[in-house]
């Protein structure tokens, strides 16, 4: 069953009631807010009818909000404390400074004076109801900052021109104001503004305090409308917010006005200016001492640069001067041997010797050589003369032909180490190889301890150029390795007797074998020998095995 509830119709006297026909329903009082009351506030006041009153958008917003109930509020006085309660209570000396204590014993003080026990006057009985209002008012604490922030205050600020153009005066002018506006302090440790001789860590504790001032000045004396006049919640929620953003505005100019004192104050502060001067200065003197550091240490490198280059000049004229004169020395070496060649062939002529002997000495005798010779041909006759150039032509003849034995002597020593590699080294040498490519790091290194033994880097270097100046390939060694072991492998995995003979291999034969062994490489494993039995016509999978290890055989010791 739908429930149906139904506003008062407009000629109905109760205005203020809902009805339903749901059952034991009773009808209540509704207060007269929101959407329907002011569709009928509008019909009653003739804006509109009430047929057309359900197609009007009617919106309560902030702004029809401040309408209707600023036009039916009443706003409050200003001057709402009509009694000064300090002086009702005779604490006008401490005024904002007077704590519970105080209250208590001038409120006692003055009933002994004014209770209507101890008088008898009309005047004295007003009297002493507003001592217990004003008692009763200052007891609260909220009401008593209330009172003391309505209190006449002086909230000028100094400007430039209250001060000297030597500002003298500046603490004369300042000091009364901050004392004056400390009086708003939360903190009670408020430190003072000092003089010219106060130390810096004072001075910045004293502005930390005041840029970051915390203030218990209410302003709620200054609210538009009384909460209490408010005929329902909405009506006094309004009012709240209506009076927190006058007093959030009161606030921020409060807090502008104590920052911009203390900007000022600031500004004009003579200690500041020293400080920040001397700021400057110790900037300056460490600006001045890096840029002294800078040109020291350049100095000292272009003096460490001059030096270098003057040391290097210095070196490369010695070198220059010990070149030329090598240089000088080897072409008066030069010119001493050729004037001691031509004495030896003018004595060959002169003598008659032979002159192919004496080409020969001239080929093979130094400076020293052709001295000490001189020195024995020195005052001797023709015949000894003869004797002793035959004698130095032997000699050198000799010395010379067992020179060359012993160059050609280490030359096969060299050629015997070189070649003279065992079947396991060259197995060995294609091992490694295979395993190290030539993009490996430290390869030599790596193939000559993989092989081990007294094999030198440079034996194994010239080695592997033997073996690929020879096949072709450079990596000859890394493939026959390869397929020699796939070959061992089938070799070995073989079964059938290998008593057939492998020289009976027509060249035909041959020459498919290699074609084979081209087309089908190393890398199909064992399928690679059935593929290679099936190209070669007559023959089977193992005498192709059997073949190609015979010839591989031979080609490793042929290079032996």
């Not at 590699?421 to 190290?436: D, M, Q």
């Not at 399928?527 to 190609?548: D, F, L, M, N, T």
Request: hydrophobic share 30%; charged share 35%; net charge positive.
């Amino acid at each position: 069953k739908r429930m149906f509830v139904s506003l008062p119709s407009a000629n109905s006297s109760d205005n203020n009631q809902i009805h339903s026909n749901s059952i034991s329903v009773e009808p209540i009082d509704i207060e007269p807010v929101g959407v329907a009351h002011a569709q009928l506030a509008g019909y009653l006041a003739g804006l509109y009818t009430f047929d057309e009153a359900d197609d009007q958008d009617v919106s309560i917003d902030e702004e029809s909000d401040d309408i209707s109930y600023a036009s039916k509020l009443k706003k409050k006085s200003l001057n709402q404390f009509t009694h000064d309660y300090y002086s009702l209570l005779g604490l006008d000396d401490l005024r904002w400074l007077t704590t519970p204590d105080h209250l208590k014993k001038a409120y006692r003080k003055a009933c002994l004076i004014y209770h209507p026990d101890k008088s008898s006057g009309e005047q004295d009985d007003e009297m002493f109801k507003k001592i217990q209002e004003a008692y009763e008012f200052l007891s609260d604490p909220k009401k008593k900052i209330q009172f003391d922030s309505q209190e006449p205050f002086d909230n000028s600020v100094p400007s430039a021109s209250d001060l000297d153009d030597n500002l003298t005066n500046f603490f004369e002018v300042f000091e009364p104001v901050f004392e004056r506006n400390a009086k708003w302090s939360v903190s009670r440790k408020i430190p003072t503004l000092g003089n010219l001789d106060t130390e810096w860590s004072h001075v910045e504790k004293f502005y930390d305090f005041w840029f970051h001032f915390k203030t218990w000045k209410d302003f709620s004396y200054l609210d538009e409308y009384d909460p209490e006049e408010a005929s329902c919640r909405e009506e006094r929620r309004w009012i709240d917010r209506r009076n927190n953003k006058i007093r959030n505005k009161n606030l921020v100019a409060e807090r502008a006005r104590i920052r911009g004192l203390v900007e000022t104050c600031y500004k004009y502060d003579p200690r500041v200016k020293a400080k920040k001067n001397e700021e400057k200065l110790v900037r300056e003197q460490k600006r001045q001492a890096r840029i002294d550091r800078a040109i020291k240490k350049k100095e000292k490198e272009e003096k460490r640069l001059n030096e270098a280059r003057l040391q290097k000049e210095e070196e490369e004229r010695v070198n220059r001067e010990k070149i030329e004169q090598e240089r000088k020395h080897i072409k008066k070496q030069k010119k001493a041997l050729q004037r001691r060649k031509n004495r030896l062939r003018s004595f060959g002529e002169n003598y008659k010797f032979s002159v192919e002997k004496i080409n020969y000495m001239c080929n093979f005798y130094n400076l020293e050589e052709f001295n000490e010779l001189f020195e024995k041909m020195e005052g001797k006759n023709k015949r000894e003369i003869f004797a002793i150039l035959n004698q130095s032509h032997d000699s050198l003849k000799l010395v010379i032909e067992n020179r060359e034995k012993i160059d050609q002597e280490h030359k096969r020593r060299k050629n015997r180490e070189e070649f003279n590699w065992t079947e396991e080294e060259e197995v060995l040498l294609s091992k490694a190889i295979a395993r190290y490519p030539e993009a490996t790091r430290g390869r030599w290194k790596k193939i000559q301890s993989f092989i081990g033994g007294n094999k030198s880097v440079e034996l194994i270097i010239a080695r592997v150029k033997y073996q690929t100046k020879t096949s072709g390939s450079r990596r000859t060694l890394a493939e026959q390795y390869q397929e020699h072991s796939n070959a061992s492998t089938d070799v070995q995995t073989t079964e059938e007797s290998t008593s057939t003979p492998i020289d009976d291999w027509t060249p035909t034969e041959q020459k498919s074998l290699e074609l084979a062994l081209k087309k089908f490489p190393s890398s199909l494993g064992k399928e690679r020998w059935k593929s290679i039995s099936k190209a070669v016509p007559g023959r089977s999978r193992r005498e192709c095995i059997q073949r190609y290890k015979h010839i591989l055989s031979i080609i490793q010791n042929n290079r032996s």
